[in-house]
Each structure stands twice: as C-alpha cells, then as structure tokens.
C-alpha cells in the first residue's frame, strides 16, 4: 500500500464527503475507514516508510471521547507523526478549545467542501517554510478570517462585503443558536442580526471592530447581546466578519458571574428563593427547576420548595417514583448536556417533560448532609458546560444556605434560640456558635474579631414614636448589619438594641475595621418609618479580637462591650477597638506583676510571628518572633503594658530565653519541612544584654535547638545606650561571632549618632512604624525614611520597614529603595498553625509554578 491519506468518520455521508473533497483535489491514496479499528485493518501490513501524508477524523462526541480517539490513531502504525486534521461533526459537545494537543487544525462538517483541502495545503506551505513545495490556493494568504474562528469559543459571523449575505458561520454560531449551519448560508445579514442604537449600513461601514448591543437570530428567537465588525478576506474577496458575545448567563461568563452575583445578594426566605429562582430559571434559558427540601428523618417523602416549567404543568410524579431525585437526595449528582433522555426509561419525569439536558445535585449544609436537591433541566439541552456547570453548583450551595438557614430559625424559635421580631439568633444560640468558633479557630490557628453594636438614644424612639416604630428600627437595622457582612459571619440581636456579629477569618485587623467603618456610613442612611417620618439612627460600636484579646466567649464580648461604651465616651457614632489602657495598668501594676510571675509556668505565654517579605516579590524571607500574654481574666495584654512591668521585675531574662527556644524550636521545624532559609528575630532587652551569661544562653539555646545561627537575627531597640549598657557593643560583637545577625529595632525614636551605628555590628536597620505610616500624611515623617533608607545603604545595612498597613505605604518604599517590609498590608501576627499554612500554601503556589510548562 502507498503513501497516501487516512480518513476516519463513522457517518457514510460525512466519509463520503471527506474522499471526495480530496479525490477532486487530486490526491491518489485514500482510505476511507469507519473507525480507528477499522483503520487499523486498512493499515495492516503497510511498509512504515514512507508515512502518510495526513490523517483526517470526524468527532462526534466529548472532550473525552476526542482525546482516545486521538490516542488510539496516534498508535496505528505510521500515525505517530502523521498531520492529524480533526472535524467537528454538528452534534459533538467539545468546543474547538477543549480539542487534544498536537492536532495540525481542525474545521467544521460544513466546512469540508470549502476548507478542508486549502486548510492542508496552508498548513503544508508553513511547515516547508521558504521552500514552498506544494504551491497554496490563489489568496489563500488574505483568508485571514479563519484565525479570527479560532479565537477561543467565540461566535463569528462571515458576510459578503456587496449582498451582505452570510458566507459562512462559525460551529460556535450553530450551537448556540440551535441551528444548523446549512440554516445560514446565503441568508441576508439583516435576517440574522439587528443592532441596536446605530444603523447596520453605519456598523458594517466603519468595521472598527467596536461593540454595539445587538440581537442575533436563533432557534428560539433571539438572543441579545453586543458584536463588532472588522474586514476580512475571504475566497479572494473582501468580506465582513461580525463577533457576537450573547448576554446569555449559560454562553458568557460575564454574564453569569452577574447571574451570581445576584443570585447571592438575595436575601433569605421563601420570596428570595422564589426570586433567585426565577432569575436563574430565566438567565439560564431553563425549562424546568425545581428545590427539594429532604425530611430531616429521612423517612418521609421530601417536600418541594420551589418549581418552575416552561409549559403546561403534566401530571406531576410524586417524588417516590422520580429516580432521579431519589439518587440526588441519596447524595449523587448527576448532569447531562445533552443526552438526559436515556433516563427517560426509569424516570417519569424526563418522560413528560422531554428534557436533552438535565442536573441534579445534592443540597449539602457545612457537614456535608444533604439537605435537598436542586433539579434544572432544558429541552434543548445545555449551552457550554464550563459555564453552566459551575453556575448550577453555585446556585446549588445558595439553596442549600438558604434551607440551612431557614430551617435553623425553624429550630430556633421551637427552642427559644432565634429572636422573634428580627430572626437573628438569640444571645443563648449566639454564645453557643461562639464557643464553636472558638474551639475551630484555635485547631485551626485562625483569627476573627467580635463586634458589639448599641443603638444610640434607641430609647428617645420608642418613648417619642412607640414601639411600633422602635420595632421597625430593630428589623432595618437587622437588614442593615446583614447586608455588610460576609456568609461566613454572624449576626446576632444580644439584648434589646445591642447586637453582636462575629467577623470570621481575619488576617489584618484592617480587614474587620472596614466592616465596622461600613456598618457606620450604613446606619447613617436616613431612616423612614411607615407613616413617613425620618429618623437618623446610629451606633456605637466595640471590637475584640481572638486570640489577640481573649480566647474565651465571656472575655472576649466583655472587652467588646467595654471598647463599645468607650465609643460612647468618644461622641457615639464611631467605633473602637479593646485596649488594655495604661491608666489600668498603673492601678492594678502590683496584681499584674505578681501574675506575670507565674505567666510562664502557667502557659499563658505564646509565641507568634509576623511575616516579612521582599520589597520587590513579595516573598516571605524572614519573620519575627513577638510574645503574647493572655491573662485569665482580662484577656490578651498588650506587650506595651507587661513588657515595661516584666523589665521592671527582671522577669524579662527567663520571658526572653523561653521565648528565644520556642521560637527557634518553631524555626528549625520549619527550615526542616520547607527549606526556606527563613530569618527569624528575636527582640533583646535592655535588661537581657546587662545579663552576663547572655552569650552562654544564646549558644546554648542554638545549640539544643540545632538552629543555624545565620538564621537567628536578635533585634535590639534603638534607644538602648551604650551608657545605659556599658557593654552593649561588646554582646553584639559577641553574638555576631556565634554567627547571629544584628538589627537595631526602632529606628528614629532614639537618639543614636551616627558614629553609634557605626560602632554596632549592624546586619539590618529597622525603620519604627510611627514614621511609616505617616507617609503619606506628614512630609516630615517622610522626609525622615528617606534619609534613614539612604544612610543605611550608605552603611552597607539593609533596611525593613514595620508597620507598612497601606498601598501608599509599599509604593512610597519600594520607589526609595527598602528592602524588606512587615505589616498588616501583608500579614498580622500569627499562630503558629496559620503560619505553617501560609508557608505551606506558598511552597504549593511555587511548586505549581515551576511544574508548568515552558
């Protein structure tokens, strides 16, 4: 058998089709096979040299499908290296982006008479190169709408550029619209395509490839949109080729991030499922939808919460006799594009309703038990799945949270748990899910904030307007709170006119600040009582932070509620965050000593860390250790409180190495299981460096903890005096030769000279976060980074900026040149839990990264 070119089509008329476009264009050897099992037989017992020429196939089916049929061609003899031409056939469901690697081109069906040849011999001519072998078809080189097809998905339109009647349309055209693509030829542009608010004759005329809201013809009457217009060659000739992006929530994501969008701004209840209902029923261009509510038993039939049919209603099945829900309420999804029918034998419902394209999935609340089933079906089946598909599952988790929340307020009020006028959760449920979320932020070392709301003068309401009106305050302000805050959080009504929210998941403090400064602008909204009458009602807010203030439920709304009335004190209509005040701490300062003492061996003490990252990249290339002390009673203090009373008694000393060995501990663990080269500093103290056996401690702790010296940094405060610690140079000369770096912490809120820097053995400069977060606000303050960042360079020190909370803050010192930056813009304080997550997420990101291809 000779060279020749293998054709592969399992419809006769698509093969015949295939033979004689290339017999009429003069090619000797063809064979014409059914399938690749076929080929293999046609194949059996050919010579290896010389290859075919080309290989050409018909797909009919999915992106799997396509991709072993591709396997298998590519393993008959002769085809591994074979040009593989590939055709879409009307009824496959892979688009042309979802096609296998490694294929030379590909076409439509209705495109083999016109295209399939010239396409081969372009493809011939650019792999020769210069030499030109096989001479091309005339113009083949001004066809140059055919890369305009291959654009992703899009959908294109060929028109002639005098009749302006359709020449051709991409298979993207006919899928979407349900037509058939012999159903365009020849049809008037007119027919097929309007635009709206500029003439077509201008349109076409100008071809500036501009978007203009239009609506293009389909099976089912239009489909809106926007195309634009560009010239084009085609045959020879000059053409127009028009794109067409649909509105259509199953065509564009665009659209459907919208359909989402809404779909989750909805609030709760029966009418916001019946309206989230409808608007995917009618963006999705569904025939039918329907929600199931499972019986909590499991024993009962289930009961539908919602249904929508585009038709006259059939006798319904009940839901014991639809398979399909039972297996979707059992837990399994299931989801057909365009071939549901096949379950039409053991399903009375795709019976009736004749349904092509069909979805069930399971309604699953945060245990993953299912709640329900979502079912959604269309009669001409499902536009592109990578769209659909993720839109239906979204809509799925928004059903499920709305039953889960529906049926929580049904338990709720069964047992005293939700408040009757605004169906928040009550101070009992909310104390309850707050011990939850405590216990799960502490296994997962996450962060969260609780916020405590009271209502300014809500009692001059209710004493001027009624309770009525009062009451009316209560739901506004419900809607009000709801609608700032995130599906994870928690809102609850306390007591009152006090609410309480948790705001989960916190990284930045700035991160629950802005929620607190929104619900502010929220509840300045003027507010309208039923018979007209305005009211201006504010808040005064408190926030408390886990773990930072409290790790207990009393604790930390105790401290919330104290930074709430000392909003109160500052004006009311603000917020303000839990401080342990140092008015406290001189009152109670003998209490918190002798508590202090015993703060170690009680295990109140933790360690946390602070990434800091590259001023460039961004990457993590250090972090700094900072103790935490959560007293029993108060709650989290501030090291600005304990760290002056620990100095004060001389318990800095064993607070200072004990925090030393955890932390190195945790750096060594960490240096083991990613490698990173992590730096990790340690604050000295005054007191610390008069210790004379500091350089033993140091040594020793490096020593049992097996931590490479080059990795510890030990930070020393800038305002430490050589007077004050007459041999201060010497300790840090000392630690430089165990082989620790150096940096002097705090840098311009001291009185160093610059003869002083030079006598320290400096590794790094730290700039303090008072003048940092000025910038931006006072030339002074910036004037003073400035200067610090050069005479650091000068001195051949590297320079980290603390504090940097804002994108001004990080522009303003990468254009000056710091090096390394820390501060909440990047990353708060964390557990040691969630900063293995971070290291661990940055090592899968980077692992990603160097695994994809060149």
Not at 343 to 357: F, H, K, N, S
Request: hydrophobic share 40%; charged share 25%.
């Amino acid at each position: 058998m000779n060279s020749g070119i293998l054709v592969v089509a399992a419809q006769r008329e698509l093969r015949r089709s295939l033979f004689d476009a290339l017999d009429q264009a003069g090619y000797p050897q063809i064979h014409s096979a059914r399938d690749v099992s076929h080929a293999a037989i046609l194949l059996e017992g050919r010579p290896p040299l010389p290859p075919l020429q080309l290989m050409v196939m018909v797909l009919a089916g999915d992106e799997r499908q396509a991709r072993i049929s591709c396997e298998q061609l590519r393993r008959l003899a002769g085809g591994a290296d074979t040009p593989l031409i590939l055709v879409l056939a009307d009824e496959a469901t892979l688009s042309p982006a979802d096609l296998p690697p490694g294929i030379t081109d590909w076409l439509s069906a209705s495109q083999i008479g016109n295209e399939l040849v010239p396409r081969w011999r372009r493809s011939q001519a650019a792999g020769r190169g210069a030499r030109k072998a096989v001479p091309a078809e005339p113009d083949a080189a001004d066809d140059d709408y055919r890369c305009v097809f291959e654009e992703g998905d899009s959908e294109w339109l060929i028109v002639d550029a005098q009749s302006q009647r359709l020449l051709e349309v991409s298979p993207t055209v006919a899928r979407h619209s349900r037509m058939h693509a012999s159903q365009w030829e020849g049809l008037p542009l007119a027919e097929v395509l309007r635009f709206e608010g500029i003439a077509t004759e201008q349109a076409l005329a100008e071809a500036n490839r501009n978007w203009y809201p239009c609506q293009r013809k389909s099976a089912q009457g239009v489909d809106t949109g926007q195309a634009s217009v560009r010239r084009v060659r085609h045959a020879g000739s000059d053409a127009l080729a028009l794109m067409f992006r649909s509105d259509r929530a199953d065509l564009r994501a665009e659209a459907a991030l919208s359909l989402l969008s809404r779909i989750f701004a909805s609030t709760t209840g029966v009418d916001a499922q019946s309206a989230a209902g409808r608007m995917l029923f009618d963006e999705l261009g569904l025939d039918y939808l329907a929600v199931w509510s499972a019986r909590q038993d499991g024993v009962d039939a289930p009961t539908q919460m919602l249904q929508l049919w585009n038709g006259d209603d059939p006798a319904w099945p009940p839901a014991q006799m639809q398979s399909s829900l039972q297996l979707v309420l059992g837990g399994k999804p299931i989801l057909y594009r365009t071939d549901a029918k096949r379950l039409a034998q053991v399903d009375p419902l795709l019976r009736q309703l004749e349904l092509a394209g069909f979805a069930g999935l399971p309604l699953y609340d945060e245990r993953h038990t299912v709640l329900g089933a979502m079912l959604a079906g269309s009669r001409r089946g499902f536009g592109e799945m990578g769209i659909i598909e993720p839109v239906l599952r979204c809509a799925a988790a928004r059903f499920a949270q709305m039953l889960e929340l529906g049926r929580t307020r049904e338990q709720g009020r069964a047992e005293g748990l939700v408040d009757a006028l605004t169906g928040l959760p009550n101070r009992l449920l909310f104390n309850d899910r707050l011990d939850t979320i405590i216990r799960e932020a502490t296994r997962n070392g996450e962060c969260f904030a609780v916020l405590f709301v009271d209502l300014d003068r809500f009692k001059a309401i209710n004493d001027t307007y009624g309770h009525a009106a009062g009451d009316q305050v209560l739901r506004t302000v419900t809607q009000r709170l709801c609608g700032s805050i995130r599906a994870s959080d928690t809102v609850a009504r306390y007591a009152g006119d006090e609410f309480t929210v948790v705001l989960r998941h916190i990284v930045r403090n700035d991160d629950a600040l802005r929620v607190a400064e929104k619900i502010v602008q929220v509840m300045e909204t003027p507010l309208y009582l039923e018979d007209g009458t305005e009211l201006q009602v504010t808040a005064s807010m408190g926030l408390s932070f886990f773990p930072d203030d409290a790790g207990d439920t009393q604790t930390l709304l105790k401290h919330a509620d104290e930074a709430m009335y000392a909003a109160k004190h500052e004006g009311r209509n603000n917020f303000q965050i839990y401080e342990v005040s140092p008015e406290y701490a001189l009152q109670h300062g003998m209490a918190l000593k002798t508590r202090l003492r015993h703060a170690e061996g009680n295990g109140e003490l933790r360690v946390v860390y602070q990434p800091q990252v590259d001023a460039k990249s961004e990457d993590i290339v250090g972090m700094e250790a900072l103790v935490r002390w959560e007293h029993p009673e108060l709650g989290m203090i501030s090291p600005a409180v304990f760290i002056p009373l620990a100095e004060e008694t001389g318990l800095i000393v064993s607070i200072g190495e004990w925090v030393m060995r955890t932390a190195c501990l945790q750096a060594k663990e960490w240096e083991q299981r990613y490698g990173l080269r992590l730096r990790l500093g340690v604050n000295l103290s005054a007191v610390q460096l008069m210790e004379p056996q500091l350089l033993d401690t140091v040594a020793r702790v490096l020593r049992e903890t097996d931590l490479d010296p080059a990795l510890l940094e030990m930070e020393v405060t800038e305002s430490i005096s050589i007077k004050a610690v007459p041999n201060l140079v010497e300790n840090l000369h000392g630690l430089h030769n165990l082989g620790c770096h150096i940096a002097i912490d705090d840098f311009g809120t001291g009185a160093a000279s610059l003869d002083y820097l030079r006598r320290l053995p400096a590794d790094r400069i730290k700039v303090d976060q008072s003048f940092v977060r000025n910038i931006g606000v006072d030339p002074d303050d910036e004037a003073i980074v400035r200067a610090t960042i050069e005479m650091a360079h000068r001195l051949k020190r590297a320079v980290v900026a603390e504090g940097v909370e804002i994108e001004q803050h990080l522009q303003f010192l990468r254009e000056h040149g710091c090096d390394e930056l820390q501060g909440y813009l990047f990353c708060r304080p964390l557990q040691p839990v969630s900063f293995d997550k971070l290291l661990a997420e940055r090592q899968r990101l980077l692992e990603a990264r160097v695994a994809e291809p060149a």
